[in-house]
């Protein structure tokens, strides 16, 4: 990837649902060779899809936590059972391995500390192999951006 194209990254992070017209005039290029760059990019996996950045307060899903998971076990069927059964859980957004003292971090979105509970009891908990949970509730966002930093 050149920096034409993390050019052209950045400007559709922005903006997914601009014409190709207006994202070749953005990156200095011309349509068609604007085109078959993003065509490229796609192709390559580079752009994964598109997607559109909602409000979860507004969507009725006000309350986000970070929820960092141990497991009681590292082995491969225990990892793979774990990862398999979080992949399921709709409330849970994003899931990372982790190093440090937990091995996985969760984003949860719910729409209220009742509802919460009812995750950790009836979601999380059924999964099994879990030796601890700690949850981190969100109550501000500073930043919050999609949008990669240029790369010197």
Sequence with gaps: MDDKDRQIVRTLQRNGRMTNQDLAAEVNLSPSPCLRRLKNLEAAGAIRGY??????????????????????????DAVQQFENRIRAIDEVLECYVMTGLSDYLLRVVVADLDHYETFVRKRLHPVGGIGSIDTSFVYGTVKKTGVFPVID
């Design 51 to 76: 997607s559109v950045d909602v409000d979860s307060k507004a969507y009725g899903l006000p309350v986000n936590a970070f929820v960092r998971v141990s497991l009681e076990r590292h082995t491969e």
